[in-house]
């Protein structure tokens, strides 16, 4: 006897057919497959699915810069084991390769320098200084003379007034008494006068707007960082408002 199959077969009815193929060409039913989007899936899959690409990304940028970090460290290791390993080098004191007598004359001369310069150098950075020239090939007399000159030179030290119109900077600190002062010509000057050292004399102008503290005939003084000027073709200094003024004999700054 032959079986029959009673199991129920299920068939789409018209209206079912229908219906599956509105919902397939609706816009949200299926991905639109333009562009970038992903062809036969749902908006839902579709965003699911770029989550998980966006995390599997920035899991594979932490890696990377996990890897990056440790190389940064590693290097920062070698750099800092090298930095010890190495030893400062010392120094080396020229004077230490004179012979004695030389020695012994350098001292000398960069204690007269030290006497002669107010410039506030010890005497054992002008022998330096010396010691270098000589080993550089100078003749003894040719390296003191040098030094004395770049001593003159350099900012800060007092200068002769004698030697004013050799400096080659354009402010000056210089050392005199007052010997004369005249009335001022205008309102803009405080003060027009004399000052005279052992070497030579020259005029100088304390203007009214640096507002310095006046001078007296015959009191010693300090002009500190005056401008060098010309008068009647001879070389004079002007107190400025960056000037300054010392008088020794007073015990105190007035700037």
């Known amino acids: 006897m032959q079986r029959v199959d009673e199991t129920p077969k299920f068939r789409a ?14 816009p949200d039913g299926v991905v639109d497959t333009s562009g ?22 920035r ?14 460290e590693r290097t920062r290791a070698v750099v800092e084991q090298e930095r010890r390993s190495q030893r400062p080098v010392k120094e080396v004191d020229p004077r230490e390769e004179l012979e004695r007598a030389e020695l012994g004359q350098i001292n000398r001369q960069a204690q007269r320098l030290a006497e ?6 010890t005497r054992s950075v ?36 004698g030697r004013l119109e050799s400096i080659r900077r354009g402010e000056v600190s210089v ?9 001022p ?17 020259t005029k100088f102008t304390i203007w009214a707007a640096s507002r310095q503290t006046k001078a007296k005939e015959g009191e010693l003084v300090r002009f500190r960082a005056a401008a060098k000027n010309w008068y009647n073709g001879r070389c004079s200094i002007a107190l400025t408002r960056w000037s300054g003024i010392v008088f020794p ?3 105190q700054w007035w700037v």
């Open 185 to 201: 010509s205008c309102t803009s000057m405080q003060q027009v006068g004399l000052l005279e050292d052992e070497t030579g004399r």
């Open 116 to 121: 002669d310069v107010n410039g506030g150098y």
């Open 126 to 161: 002008i022998a330096n200084r010396i010691a270098s020239r000589v080993l550089e090939g100078e003749a003894m007399f040719e390296a003191v003379t040098d030094t004395e000159e770049e001593m003159q030179h350099e900012a800060g030290t007092i200068v002769p007034i």
């Open 13 to 26: 009815t018209v209206e079912m057919e229908i219906q599956a193929k509105v919902d397939s060409n609706h």
């Open 59 to 72: 899991i594979s940028t932490q890696a990377a810069f996990g890897r990056q970090e440790g190389r940064a």
């Open 249 to 251: 004999e007073r015990g």
């Open 175 to 183: 050392e005199g008494r007052v010997i004369e002062l005249w009335e």
């Open 36 to 57: 970038d989007r992903i062809y036969g899936v749902t908006l839902a899959q579709e965003e699911r699915i770029q989550a998980r690409e966006e995390e599997l990304e």
